[in-house]
C-alpha cells in the first residue's frame, strides 16, 4: 500500500492547512527553501513531514517530540490526515482535550471505544508497529552513519529491529515471564502437598471407624440387655409387693376396725366407771329419780355396774391383743415383703447403674464416631486434594519444560538465530546485487560471531581499506535490502530517507540515484526523500517544494 496524499495543519512549522499530493510516480524528492534566504533549507520543515506522516499512523516521532512542539506556536489544536491507495485514510488530531484517531476503511467510518483499540486496528491494518516501521521503511543520515560505526552487537541489534526478528526477543521475554510464574505457581503447589501429606500423618483410617461402631454395637447390647433385666425385675417387685400389699391392708383394715371397737369398749368402760362412782357417791337419795334409794339396791346396782365394767375391760384386754397380734402379723408380712424384694432391689439397682454407664458409654461411643468419620471425610477429602495437586504439578512441570523449550527455541542459538542468518544472507545478497548494479567493485558479507553480527568484505579489501562513500554506500544499500525485504512480509510500500546521500560525494551520488530509481520502479516501493545538496540530481523523481516563513507551506 501506497499513500497518495498527507494534509496537514497546524503540525510543527506547517501552517493552517498544506496538503501535498504524490501522483502516480513512486519517486519524490523535498526540497526546501527559506522565504527570505533561498539559500537555506534547514528548519524548514523537510523532516517534519516525515515526521507527521509517523504521528499520523502510529503517535509516536522518531525525536520524541512532546505535545507543545508538535502544535504550532499560538495555535490550540493540530491535524494530520493520511491518504492510501486502498481506500485507507488515517487522520489524528491533538488539542487542549488530548489526542483522537479516526480511521476510514474502504469508505466507512471505522467505530472504537478506545483510541488505543482504533490503534490497534490500524496496527493490524498496515502490517507492521512503529518500530518496525521506523526501522525498516524509514532511515536518516544519522542512521546510515550509526549502521557504518556500529559495533557487532549493534549491527545485529539494527537488523534484529529493522526485520522484526526483535519479536523473538518479545516472545523470549513473555516466556521467561510465564517460566518465573509457573515456577512461583510450582513452589505454592509444592507447599500444599507437604502441608496436606503432614496433615495426612496418623490421620483416621476405617479401621478405626470399625473399631468404634464394634464398641457402640457392644454398648447397644449392654443396654438391651440390662433394658430386659430392668423391666423383668421390677415386674417381679411389683408382683411380689401386689401380693403382700393387699394381705397388708386386709389386715391394716382389720386393725382399723377392731381399734375402733377397743375404742367404743374404752368409752364404755369409761362410762360405767363414771356410772359406778357417781352411784358410789350417793348417800341414799337419787338426785335424778328424787327418791329414796335404799341400801341393797345400791349395793345390787353397784355390783352390775362393776361387773359390766369388768367385762369390758376383759373386752378391752382381748381387743387389744387382737390388736397386737394383728400388728405382729402386718409387721411380719412387711418383713416377707422386704425380704422377697430386697434382692430384687439390688438387683434393679444394680441393672440400673449398668444401664447408666452403657448409655454413657454408648454416648461417648456415638461421638467419638462422628469425630472419627468427620476426620475420615476430611482425611478423603485431602487425599483427593494432595491427588489434584500432584495432578497439577505434573502439569505445571510438563507446562515448564515447554515453556524452558520454547525459552530455548527463541534464545541466541534458537529460531532467531536461523531466521536472522537466513537474513542477513539475503541482506547481503542484495546488497552486493546494488554494489555491482553501481558500478562498485567491493563486495561485503555478514557474519555470526559470538551472536552478534559482522560486516566483512569479500577480497583483498579489508572494511577499515574502504573509503567514507564507499562505506556510506554499503550503509544507505544495508537500508534499501532490509526495505526491500520487510515490503515482502506487509502490506507497506512507502519508505522515507531523510538526508541518507548528503554525505556522498559528486562521484558516488549519481549511480546511488539511478539505482534507487530502479529499486523503486522493480519493488514498487514508493520513495521520500530529503537533501540539503542541490548538486545532486535526482532524475525520475517527482519534485515537492516547501517554502518557509511565517510558516511552512508546500508550493
Known sequence: MNITEVRIKNFGPFG?????????????IVRAKREDNDKVSNGCGKTTLFEAVGWCLFGKTSKGIVKDELIRTGEKNCLVRVFFDDNLIVVRRMGTSGTTLELHDDGKHKKFKTTTDAQAYLTERLGIDYEFWRNSFYASQQDVGRFIDATNKDKKDIFTKALGLDIYDRCQKVVKSKIKSLEETLAKLRGTESALMRMLEGVTEESDIQESREAIDEAEAICDATSVDITTTTAKIQKIEDKYTGKIKELEDTKTTLLTERAKLDAFSINKTTEINQLDGLGGYCPTCKQVISKKYKSSALKLLKQQAKTFIGEIKKAAKKVDLLTNKIGREHAKLIN???????RLTKSRGEMAKAHDLLITKRTELKAAERRLSETSER???????????????????????????FGING??????????????MEINSMLEEAGQDIRIRFIMKGGDLALKTVGDRSWNSLSGGEKQICGIFTYLAMTKLAARWTPMKFAMYDEILDQLDGHYAPAVVKLLREFAQDNGIQILMTSHRPDIKFKGFSRIHIEKGEYARFV
Not at 422377697?340 to 439390688?346: K, N
Not at 494432595?386 to 520454547?406: G, P, S, Y
Not at 529460531?415 to 547481503?428: E, H, Q
Open 415 to 428: 529460531l532467531k538465530s536461523i531466521k536472522l542468518a537466513s537474513v542477513v544472507s539475503a541482506v547481503g
Open 383 to 409: 487425599r483427593e486434594q494432595l491427588e489434584d495437586v500432584k495432578t497439577k504439578i505434573a502439569k505445571v512441570h510438563k507446562l515448564i519444560e515447554v515453556n524452558q523449550f520454547a525459552r530455548d527455541a
Open 16 to 28: 493552517e492547512s498544506e496538503s501535498v499530493e504524490f501522483g502516480d510516480n513512486v519517486l519524490h
Open 340 to 346: 422377697g424384694t430386697d434382692g430384687l432391689q439390688l
